[in-house]
């Protein structure tokens, strides 16, 4: 089964600072996906991943395969990014399972 | 395109009953997985159904099954409930099978309390 860690799983900035979230998992996989949720429980998928990097506007998102390593950065942070971001991982690291969550990072963007 | 619905999306239950919980998918997709979310367990991973098969599945016991319809629909059961089974229930659909290769897309949930 894959361990998914996420760190840190409380963060609190200020408006248009650079956040980054981490997320490691210790069997090996090919993609790893990003989820935003909101308060009321809405999942939103952010990003899913493989290698190198992908942008979504103000979203950035990183993978290393070999070091088993993701981030997640949000430039010139806002008060609507406030929510809970959880990497997920396949199952068991291979074939095609369901997902393993990390336990979120909560995220505070004040004015 | 419309998203993936569920239904119902509160219920309140009592120890001891059963409950079935419904998703519908995003038209033209054909996998549903089911997952649990609790304050102290965070999500878990119930099942995957991929073309009315069931494919995997996760650490719960019997008492959660689940099944898909040809029209790629699926609902979830869980009998003889008990109050750790309260929590909030969330079904995500793709295209293909598995989350190794495919985006998941999910609903807005059922929140289910057990009285």
């Known amino acids: 089964k894959n361990e998914v860690e996420q760190s840190p799983q409380n963060l609190t900035a200020q408006e248009g600072e650079f956040i980054t979230i981490n997320c490691s998992y210790s069997?090996?996989?090919?993609?790893l996906h990003w989820l935003q949720q909101h308060p009321g429980g809405g999942i939103v998928s952010l990003f899913m991943l493989s290698s190198g990097k992908k942008k979504h506007g103000r979203l950035i998102a990183t993978i290393n395969i070999q070091e088993k390593h993701s981030s997640l950065h949000i430039t010139a942070s806002h008060p609507r990014d406030s929510a809970v971001y959880i990497c997920?991982?396949?199952?068991?690291?291979?074939?095609?399972?369901?997902?393993?969550f990390g336990k979120g990072t909560h995220l505070i963007i004040q004015p | 395109k419309a998203g993936v619905t569920q239904t119902p999306r509160y219920l309140i239950k009592t120890r001891g009953q059963q409950v079935t919980l419904s998703c519908s998918p995003i038209?033209?997709?054909?996998?549903v997985s089911w997952y649990q979310q609790t304050p102290g367990q965070g999500l878990q991973f119930l099942f995957e159904y991929f073309s009315e098969t069931q494919r995997n599945k996760g650490n719960f016991p019997g008492r959660f099954s689940g099944r898909q319809f040809s029209n790629s629909r699926s609902e979830m059961n869980v009998s003889t409930l008990e109050l750790g089974d309260s929590a909030l229930y969330l079904c995500?659909?793709?295209f293909g099978p598995g989350a190794q290769y495919n985006e998941q897309f999910f609903g807005p949930g059922t929140r289910l309390t057990v009285l």
């Open positions: 997920a991982a396949p199952h068991s690291g291979g074939g095609a399972d369901g997902l393993t």
């Open positions: 995500a659909s793709s």
């Open positions: 069997v090996g996989i090919s993609a």
């Open positions: 038209s033209g997709h054909r996998s």
